[in-house]
């Protein structure tokens, strides 16, 4: 009987394999070797690379922008998910029409709504300085100062990326199971404790699955950073998938953005496995 | 306190709306502009505060100073289409297996299978650029409709897997005993029980299917040459170092169309709480 | 095809009734239906094309995003379609992906692209992979007529290698009306003793914008600033930075290169020059509008262009967008070679010399440029298409539309009468602006771009040190040190000697004058 369950899995395990076994195993070996743009040979340097991405400030200074960047903008996005879902959740007039209103970001061309943002961000044409100028307030140097442009792209983010988790939540909390709710009102629990002791235990599961593949997609950030600020000013806003995106593209220091690559992913796989398990700690005890 | 509670509730979902909206509207009354428009600053309202004009939405049709978005587009819906519903049948048939046998390989498990998956998504798309150029060279795919939907696949595949796990991880293993005991195999349990209540699930998976595929842009811009555009790529082509505002604009509403048309798919099933088993 | 050629001359003749045969119309067919005024004889023009049969054939194009460049691209591609019958299929980039999308193919053998449009400072990498243009396309009257120095842009190692089809420049635009006003001229007075006067030196240049910042001098009632720039990371900066610096490192009695000293191949970027014009870029700052430290060349353009600044330099889209029909500041721009500096580093001697007469340096910086794949199997039919798309009738159209970004790059182009009468420019601006192209293109201190394999990772590690300068995390001192010690790192990871070879190809035409 259970003969058959190879029929379920080998598809699409071999078709992904097949896919991406090539470039993965590629990548890797481009790594140990100094393809640049004037040399396109698949030498052998060993760890040359690599030790050199030791000595480069500009990626680890990248790597812990973009770990503040992600963690950041994913909290945020959860908590304002999260507060939505429960805000569109009961009576509401309209309440569809929030609700779809709500999911749009989501649906948009990341590349192309960063353009719009950069507009909107314009500090001398653009309708945000205008309508503070028109209130009678300063403009503010929304891309031209270092934290204003590092929370300007984390707006950015914010605005595409909390749909997400507003989605994942508000399917959640739909099909949430009523007696709880009514153990609780019997026990004379107010709102506040009645989140806390029932809503969000029973919601661990989705938001540690929502947060996870979250961090992931965030991880990957390059589309805002390069429309919007190019990673300025200075090196603000400069994170990881940007500069190898520099190094790899704009230089074609194929070799070294590989290894750039390569030790990115084995950092990632291992941040995102304590991640894991942190939260499944938290959101446990939160539970007892 | 509840009148208070009441206008909290309300002036905080009003103040997120606005959130929302504001990059549209002002992409709507940018995309009436011209130059002179743009540098007279943030204005919206036309003809009081600017000259309107059409040009911006003209130049999306093949008009001068622009690029015809419509065969993109029909790609963009091809290769979307296509990618997505390959990645959901057999994304659909992989989980199913993870979630109700147990595979080992060495030291591999079940677990590490899905993470597998998920795991590919990881992977800065920048790098891959280049092995996947040559693959598809190999293969004689580059700048074709297939090759793309190939590389889609790859990227679209770790969703639904990662959604259809957890979806039947929730559907209790009962109805498949039950199945079993009616003397039905693995197979047929799962096209005529688990397939029907899968529902949700797949509206869920199908949506982000949807979404990745047709906003991805990177692979789109360098697996092809001139043959084969999608609509992202098309668009992005207006991108000038004198960036034209109003075409941009026009060509950035024109193109979220289509799935504001899933956002509405996508509430009914909320609302009518078809997506409940979905994430749980 | 047949009812296409029938409807052609159904055209033709009601044209030609209508004009009633009009005078100067030399060839049996009339081309004006692909909006240029008249045909105008050579190899390639509209009738010698019209005469080429292409049809079955497919040439492929990759080409800036539209407009700039793109647009033309485009649109000469599909005449070149009508009268060839040739299938054109054309792609359009974004800049900043343009270099990728060239050379992968190029790296990995594939033959995608028959013709490129591209930067011309990529030649350094692109060169190994680019087809010389023949001899009869440089025997063409188009070629003949190209100036010494546009020539010299398209020219590797003794061979022709890009073909030319635009000509550009940094220079200087100011608001004459500003200028000129009594008014503005007594505040400036005032302000700093001193007579105000089109800026001869980036120190002048620096004052001025400083005065003319923060309040509304064109009475329109939202505030007014002294200087817009391309200051944006990754975004052309660099090009700005050469610009302002080179006054200052660039000594006009001093060869053997500008960004390395070509017998030790040591970068000479933090020289004190270097640092010089830094700081001054770093200062210029409290003059921009504002988010002015994170425009691009885009904004830049809108920012002048709409009447925001007062000054501005780079290439000639700002004023061109200043000069559009229904332009609030239309006639009121003109332009100047770039300021210069008095105090010039003269790294021979290790010292500082002084210029009564302010020392200027042409920077020659890249501009666009066409070439056809060495890999290519369609060369005939991808030379002809070049050689169409800036054919005298085409080129003279192109140079009216502003958005499609072709500037001045023949000696005829040089001509006051064709700005004035033709684009209904102010006659003494036509003047001014054709003087100005006319001497940075006879200049004899000049600087070219470093075009040397890897010039991407020059000028991308160059930005990001101006950029750390310029947002206050390092000394301009630092950030230029830092830019040295990445850049001989590059250098040893290319190889001394294959760069060296490269950037003699560059100094070999610097120091020809």
């Known amino acids: 009987m259970y003969r058959q369950k190879h029929l379920f899995l080998l598809p699409g395990l071999l078709v992904l394999v097949a896919i991406i076994i090539f470039p993965l195993l590629f990548t890797i070996r481009v790594s140990f070797s100094s393809w640049d743009v004037f040399q396109p040979e698949l030498d052998w340097i060993a760890g040359g690379n690599y030790g050199r991405l030791l000595e480069d400030a500009r990626y680890w200074g990248a790597l812990g922008r973009l770990m503040i960047m992600a963690v950041g903008t994913v909290l945020i996005q959860y908590i304002l998910g999260f507060a939505l879902a429960l805000l569109v959740l009961g009576d509401l007039r309209a309440r569809r029409f929030f609700r779809v209103l709500f999911l749009v970001p989501m649906m948009t061309t990341p590349v192309i709504m960063s353009v719009i943002w950069r507009t909107v961000f314009h500090e001398s044409i653009g309708p945000l300085n205008g309508m503070l100028q028109a209130l009678g307030l300063q403009g503010v140097p929304w891309l031209s100062e270092p934290a204003l442009a590092f929370a300007s792209v984390m707006m950015v983010e914010i605005w595409q990326w909390t749909p997400f988790m507003f989605l994942l939540l508000l399917a959640g909390l739909v099909s949430l199971p009523r007696e709880p709710y009514l153990a609780a009102r019997i026990d004379g629990a107010g709102p506040i404790r009645t989140f806390f002791a029932v809503t969000f235990p029973a919601m661990a599961g989705i938001s540690i699955a929502a947060i996870l593949i979250r961090l992931i997609e965030a991880s990957k950030i390059m589309e805002s950073v390069y429309v919007m600020t190019s990673g300025g000013p200075g090196t603000a806003t400069e994170t990881s998938t940007y500069y190898i995106y520099i190094r790899g593209l704009r230089d074609f220091q194929l070799g070294y953005a590989s290894a750039l690559s390569v030790t990115y992913l084995v950092i990632m796989i291992i941040s995102l496995t304590i991640i894991a398990k942190v939260l499944v700690r938290l959101f446990v005890k939160d539970r007892t | ?280 | ?513």
């Open chain 3, 1 to 513: 095809m047949r009812s296409d050629k029938l409807l052609r001359t159904a055209k033709v003749l009601a044209a030609s009734s209508a004009l009633g045969l009009a005078a100067g119309m030399a060839s049996a067919e009339d081309y004006t239906r692909f909006g240029i005024e008249k045909d105008m004889p050579g190899m390639c023009s509209y009738e010698s094309i019209d005469a080429k049969d292409y049809s079955g054939r497919e040439l492929t194009v990759i080409t800036h995003a539209i407009p700039v460049i793109g647009e033309p691209t485009k649109l000469h591609a599909e005449q070149f379609s009508e009268l060839t019958g040739a299938d054109v299929e054309v792609v359009h980039v974004p800049f900043g992906d343009l270099f990728q999308r060239i050379m992968i193919p190029f790296q990995t053998g594939q033959d995608a692209y028959d013709v490129l449009f591209y930067a011309s400072l990529w030649l350094g990498d692109y060169n190994p992979y680019l087809a010389n243009v023949p001899e009869e396309y440089q025997s063409t009257a188009g070629m003949q007529a190209l100036t010494d120095t546009t020539r010299d842009v398209g020219m590797w190692g003794g061979e022709m290698k890009q073909y030319i089809m635009d000509g550009d420049r940094h220079y200087l635009k100011y608001r004459e009306d500003i200028f000129s006003d009594p008014d503005m001229q007594a505040r400036f007075l005032e302000e700093t003793g001193r007579e105000l006067t089109v800026p001869e030196t980036w120190e002048e240049y620096n004052e001025v914008a400083r005065v003319f910042t923060g309040w509304d001098w064109d009475g329109d009632g939202d505030p007014n600033y002294g200087s817009a720039e391309v200051v944006k990371r990754d975004d052309l900066m660099f090009s700005a930075f050469i610009s302002r610096a080179a006054p200052y490192a660039k000594h006009p009695d001093v060869g053997g290169g500008f960004f390395f000293d070509l017998e030790t191949m040591e970068p000479l970027i933090n020289n004190p020059g270097w640092v010089r014009g830094l700081e001054l870029f770093v200062e210029a700052q409290e003059s921009f509008p504002p988010g002015g430290t994170n425009f691009g060349l885009g904004d830049e353009i809108f920012s002048f262009g709409g009447g925001e600044t007062l000054m501005s330099y780079s290439w000639d889209d700002a004023l061109i967008q200043a000069q559009q029909a229904d332009s609030p500041i239309r006639n009121d721009v003109r332009t100047q070679m770039l300021p210069g500096a008095r105090e010039v580093w003269n790294r021979e001697t290790g010292e500082w010399d002084t210029f009564e007469e302010p020392n200027r340096a042409a920077y020659i910086t890249w501009g666009w440029t066409s070439a056809v794949a060495q890999s290519s199997s369609n060369k005939d039919m991808a030379f002809d298409y070049l050689c169409f798309f800036s054919n005298e009738a085409n080129t003279r159209h192109d140079l009216q539309v502003g958005r499609f970004g072709v500037n001045p790059y023949r000696t005829g182009h040089f001509d006051a009468d064709f700005w004035s009468d033709d684009l209904g420019w102010d006659r003494g601006m036509a003047e001014q602006y054709v003087e100005t192209l006319e001497r940075i293109d006879g200049y004899d201190n000049r600087v070219f771009d470093l075009r040397v394999p890897g010039v991407g990772q020059f000028m991308t590690s160059l930005a990001a040190g101006v950029a750390e300068a310029v947002a206050g995390q390092a000394t301009p001192q630092e950030a230029l040190d830092g830019v040295a010690e990445e850049w001989s790192r590059t250098v040893e990871r290319i190889g001394k000697d294959r760069v060296r070879e490269a950037y003699a190809n560059v100094v070999e035409i610097e120091d020809a004058r």
């Open chain 2, 1 to 280: 306190m509840k009148t208070l509670y009441l206008a909290i509730k309300y002036l905080a979902i009003l103040l997120w709306s606005c959130f929302v909206l504001f990059p549209f509207l002002w992409a709507v009354t940018t995309s009436f502009k011209t130059a002179n428009g743009v540098t007279g600053g943030a204005t919206w309202i036309p003809w009081l505060q600017y000259k309107p004009s059409l040009q911006g939405w003209q130049s999306l049709f093949g008009g001068s100073g622009g690029t015809d978005i419509s065969g993109p587009y029909l790609n963009s819906i091809i290769v979307t289409g296509s990618a997505s519903l390959i990645s959901i049948v057999m994304g659909t048939l992989a989980a199913y297996g993870l979630s109700r046998f147990t595979f080992r390989a060495g030291f591999i498990r079940n677990a590490d299978i899905t993470f597998f998956f998920i795991s590919q998504r990881i992977m800065p798309p920048i790098v891959l650029a280049i092995p996947f150029f040559l693959l598809l060279d190999q293969l004689g795919l580059l700048d074709t409709l297939a090759g793309l939907i190939l590389v889609y696949i790859a990227l679209l595949l770790p969703i639904a897997v990662w959604v259809m796990v957890d979806f039947f991880n929730n559907v209790p293993r009962q109805l498949d005993e039950m199945a079993w005991l009616d003397g039905c195999t693995p197979l047929t349990t799962f096209y005529r029980v688990i397939l029907p209540n899968s529902v949700p699930g797949l509206i869920v998976a199908g949506m982000f299917c949807l979404i990745f595929g047709w906003n991805d842009f990177f692979f789109a811009f360098t697996l092809t040459f001139t043959d084969t555009q999608l609509l992202p790529v098309a668009i992005v082509a207006l991108n000038s170092s004198v960036t034209p505002w109003w075409s941009l604009s026009a060509s950035a509403l024109i193109s979220v169309a289509p799935l504001i048309l899933l956002a509405f798919v996508v509430e009914r099933f909320l609302s009518r709480g078809g997506l409940a088993g979905a994430v749980r």
